[in-house]
Nanobody
């Protein structure tokens, strides 16, 4: 089973920064899509950033220029660097990955989520 574990969330003041990490673990992996989503109370889960490995990275309009998705391909860690945070960024952030593992099997997995709270 492919497991995703997020870390790095917490409480930060507006204009501050956080870096979220997502460790993707399992047998031999090939990640085709890595993404970060977030969900605030009373709102739908929304895509924040995505790296599809082939095309250019995609970002939610409201985070463009502030957030950056990146990967350590050797360690299968996906990062979300968040700068100039705003109170409206407050949400539970979820890591998502899709790809191939083991003997050519597909995976499509979510992390457990990490809380990010931005105070004014």
């Amino acid at each position: 089973q492919v497991r995703l574990v997020e870390s790095g969330g917490g409480l930060v003041q507006a204009e501050g920064s956080l870096r979220l990490s997502c460790l993707v673990s399992g047998s031999t992996l090939s990640i085709n899509v890595a993404a970060w989503y977030r969900q605030a109370p009373g709102k739908q889960r929304e895509l924040v950033a995505m790296d599809n490995k082939v095309d250019s990275m995609n970002y939610l309009d409201s985070v463009k220029g502030r957030f950056t998705i990146s990967k350590d391909n050797g360690k299968n860690i996906v990062y979300l660097q968040m700068n100039n945070l705003k109170p409206e960024d407050t949400a539970v952030y979820y890591c998502y990955a899709r790809g191939i593992y083991g003997l050519g099997r597909m995976f499509d997995s979510w992390g457990q989520g990490t809380q990010v709270t931005v105070s004014s």
